[in-house]
């Protein structure tokens, strides 16, 4: 089919544009490994409370300066909802749902994930400025959804 | 074509026809169009009032749940204003351009309507119960009442009914006139309700395992899998109501302006395109979700962006156009064109709106595909500034600019110079208060303000203060907006019953090479076989890892 120049000119552009998209996030994916957290674990949503880790959910220390958090979310209310930390550790969440899905945000950092009930989803993040963090569920749960929060004081 | 104004000499029957509309089909095309800007204005209202609750200006009283104003809200706006806009639209040009609804294709369009209706009717009401407070995505295991997912049903089994009157007319008139491309506008129907009849498959799956399991026969559900079905259709729903506006701009922009379509064959290779690459795409809304794997995401975040392809495209061929007419109208120099665009006129200025919104709009779809960037922005009101932008811009804006012309077409009513201007103000009142609405939320978003939540202060934090300054500029754009929109519900009511008598043309412009259109683009099997190898590639791996993998399910929750 024949096209006009300027058409070739601007069609060629905006896709070798789309392409250098395409591979700077698969750059940023394979090579740096800055992937969105696609955590592939199941568990029985109905036995959430029965089945470890989430049987005893809260702060784990695991290495030097290096944490586990198993966190349970649930209509409305994160389980721990009082999270301290040191400056500068490295945390794992380990989250699942007890009922319907959630969303795990913390407020002003890249840590943002679904929970759905059934699976287990894991982010980590290395907390480097002190201060206090605001957590919220960001996928609408049910009537008392805006009330979903807990907080991470990191020291 | 020329238009026979003889009803006799009509290829179909002898159908009653004034000043060149087809009285039958126009009144189902009213009769549609009526519904639509029903639904806008109660959809309208519930946005008004989570804007001012969002913001803080006006809580709701305690009888009324914020999130069932929103369940509302998303049905009413995402899904009956734009479906029963859509098939009004596209069965009055089918109408026009291929001569007249078939009766049996009349027929299934009003079959189509009263289960659409009953359908909505239903829907709404266990809404409005409270027994439905899902929201429009109505996520499992969050449970409905069961009528809630049998209107649902009804609404897509009317769908399907105005989808099969579509193919069958299109076939008709290929029949009829064989080696001849059919009417563009007959062509973009055809790409439209394929797509759209193959996207509402997968919701259908999904409704249907729903039902007896809402009512307790089904004891658990599959998550991964209904939220995968459900996606499949969301991702490709919102790019109906874009493909629905780019038919408009193709076809009907170039000759309320004077001038001509800027290529025949580019506009059905945009047709093809859109049809074949736009399911691919539903994990894009997956991408921070847990059991589905990097590559899979990755697939679909960039297939979806194929989109932005045809999108370009068409960006070259409107701009095209436009540099004609504002040359041939004088304007001189690199950019003296665009000021002698007939921006006065509200049939141009609105679908201009609706396309200058996509340029930000298509960028921020982009952001948010983009893999990584999605997860800063991911369930924050960024999303939701976003699809203000592209559906309640550029998808609805240019269905009111479409309005000005197709209701006096279809009533037998003239567009006054005085319902001009009053068009002209809807479509900047609404524009300017959906600057503000979405500008905010797309700045809130970027800070973390979560979308879908009543207003909160969550124990008094710091970070959730810094975003009210951002809920307040909303809410002022709530209300705004809500006055641009009863304006523009104003100015249908007029269209459709006081306007002055006379004849008003549905604008259909021509190409220059229409006449040498190819054969093989007509070829719909051929195009639905390759998106259905399309569709097989992006989610049969995915659809089989979420079934042989699954969790024990869960049950039905009612949590609100
Ligand atoms: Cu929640």
């Known amino acids: 089919m024949r096209m006009h120049r300027s058409e070739e000119i601007w069609l060629t552009v905006t896709t070798a544009f789309l392409v250098l998209f395409l591979l700077i996030g698969g750059y940023l994916t394979v090579q740096l490994a800055m992937s969105p957290p696609s955590h592939r674990e199941t568990i029985d949503p109905q036995k959430v409370g029965q089945t470890a880790p989430f049987d005893n959910p809260g702060v784990k220390k695991i290495g030097e300066n290096e944490y586990e958090v198993v966190m349970t979310l649930e209509a409305f209310m994160f389980t721990p909802g009082d999270i301290e930390i040191p400056a500068g550790a490295k945390v794992t969440f380990k989250l699942t749902s007890k009922d319907v899905v959630h969303g795990f945000e913390v407020a002003k950092t890249n840590i943002n994930a679904m929970v759905m009930p059934g699976q287990i989803q894991q982010i980590t993040q290395t907390f480097d400025k002190p201060g206090k963090y605001l957590v919220l569920c960001n996928e609408y749960c049910g009537g008392g959804h805006q009330f979903m929060s807990a907080a991470i004081t990191v020291k | 074509?020329?238009?026979?104004?003889?009803?006799?000499?009509?290829?179909?029957?002898?159908?009653?026809?004034?000043?060149?509309?087809?009285?039958?089909?126009?009144?189902?095309?009213?009769?549609?169009?009526?519904?639509?800007?029903?639904?806008?204005?109660?959809?309208?209202?519930?946005?008004?009032?989570?804007?001012?609750?969002?913001?803080?200006?006006?809580?709701?009283?305690?009888?009324?749940?914020?999130?069932?104003?929103?369940?509302?809200?998303?049905?009413?706006?995402?899904?009956?204003?734009?479906?029963?806009?859509?098939?009004?639209?596209?069965?009055?040009?089918?109408?026009?351009?291929?001569?007249?609804?078939?009766?049996?294709?009349?027929?299934?369009?009003?079959?189509?309507?009263?289960?659409?209706?009953?359908?909505?009717?239903?829907?709404?009401?266990?809404?409005?119960?409270?027994?439905?407070?899902?929201?429009?995505?109505?996520?499992?295991?969050?449970?409905?009442?069961?009528?809630?997912?049998?209107?649902?049903?009804?609404?897509?089994?009317?769908?399907?009914?105005?989808?099969?009157?579509?193919?069958?007319?299109?076939?008709?008139?290929?029949?009829?006139?064989?080696?001849?491309?059919?009417?563009?506008?007959?062509?973009?129907?055809?790409?439209?309700?394929?797509?759209?009849?193959f996207a509402s498959i997968p919701v259908a799956v999904e409704v249907l395992t729903l039902i007896p399991w809402s009512m307790g026969i089904l004891p658990t559900i599959n998550v991964m899998f209904s939220r995968m079905l459900f996606w499949t259709f969301g991702h490709t729903v919102v790019n109906v109501w874009y493909f629905v506006a780019v038919s408009a701009w193709y076809v009907a922009v170039p000759k309320i302006i004077g001038g001509k379509i800027f290529s025949d064959k580019l506009a059905r290779v945009v047709v093809i395109l859109l049809v074949v690459l736009n399911l691919p795409g539903g994990f894009h809304h997956m991408i921070i979700d847990p059991a589905l794997s990097n590559g899979v995401k990755y697939l679909h975040a960039y297939m979806s962006m194929a989109?932005?392809?045809?999108?370009?495209?068409?960006?070259?061929?409107?701009?095209?156009?436009?540099?004609?007419?504002?040359?041939?109208?004088?304007?001189?120099?690199?950019?003296?064109?665009?000021?002698?665009?007939?921006?006065?006129?509200?049939?141009?200025?609105?679908?201009?709106?609706?396309?200058?919104?996509?340029?930000?709009?298509?960028?921020?779809?982009?952001?948010?595909?983009?893999?990584?960037?999605?997860?800063?922005v991911h369930n924050t009101l960024w999303v939701v500034g976003h699809f203000h932008l592209t559906v309640a811009m550029t998808a609805a804006v240019t269905f009111i600019g479409i309005c000005y012309w197709l209701i006096p077409h279809l009533t037998g009513r003239v567009l006054t110079p005085k319902m001009n201007k009053a068009g002209v103000a809807a479509t900047l009142i609404w524009t300017f208060g959906m600057i503000l609405l979405s500008g905010s939320q797309h700045l809130a978003g970027l800070s973390g303000d979560p979308r879908r939540t009543a207003y909160t202060t969550y124990n008094g934090s710091e970070v959730a203060a810094s975003w009210d300054p951002y809920e307040l500029v909303m809410g002022i754009g709530a209300v705004i907006l809500l006055i641009g929109l009863l304006l523009q519900v104003y100015n249908v009511f007029h269209l459709m019953f006081r306007a002055p008598k006379g004849n008003t043309e549905f604008p259909v412009a021509h190409a220059d090479d229409e006449k040498s259109t190819p054969m093989w683009m007509e070829r719909w099997g051929l195009w639905i076989v390759i998106m259905l190898l399309v569709i097989g590639m992006a989610y049969a791996v995915p659809a089989v890892d979420f079934i042989v993998n699954a969790p024990p399910g869960s049950p039905p929750i009612r949590t609100w």
């Not at chain 2, 299934?108 to 027994?131: P, R």
């Not at chain 2, 995505?137 to 049998?150: D, G, K, N, Q, V």
């Not at chain 2, 209107?151 to 001849?180: D, E, M, P, T």
């Open chain 2, 307 to 376: 989109v932005a392809f045809p999108s370009l495209m068409t960006v070259f061929a409107m701009f095209a156009v436009f540099e004609r007419v504002g040359r041939k109208n004088g304007g001189k120099g690199l950019f003296g064109w665009f000021k002698k665009l007939p921006w006065g006129d509200v049939r141009f200025l609105a679908p201009m709106i609706g396309m200058i919104s996509f340029i930000p709009g298509g960028a921020g779809g982009i952001i948010n595909t983009s893999f990584q960037l999605d997860q800063v």
């Open chain 2, 1 to 197: 074509m020329e238009l026979v104004l003889n009803p006799t000499t009509s290829t179909q029957q002898a159908v009653k026809k004034v000043l060149g509309v087809k009285l039958q089909d126009a009144k189902l095309s009213l009769s549609y169009l009526s519904v639509s800007f029903a639904a806008l204005f109660v959809g309208g209202i519930m946005g008004l009032l989570q804007g001012l609750d969002r913001s803080g200006i006006m809580p709701l009283p305690a009888w009324l749940s914020y999130y069932q104003v929103l369940t509302a809200h998303g049905i009413l706006m995402l899904l009956v204003f734009t479906s029963t806009f859509v098939v009004g639209y596209i069965y009055a040009g089918m109408s026009y351009t291929l001569d007249g609804l078939l009766p049996k294709v009349r027929r299934l369009g009003w079959i189509g309507f009263g289960l659409m209706v009953a359908g909505v009717v239903m829907v709404m009401t266990t809404v409005a119960m409270g027994d439905a407070s899902v929201l429009y995505t109505f996520y499992p295991p969050l449970a409905a009442s069961p009528y809630f997912y049998i209107g649902l049903v009804l609404v897509v089994l009317g769908l399907w009914s105005c989808s099969a009157g579509v193919f069958i007319n299109y076939r008709y008139w290929r029949k009829l006139h064989r080696g001849q491309p059919t009417p563009l506008f007959a062509y973009f129907a055809m790409g439209i309700f394929v797509l759209w009849f």
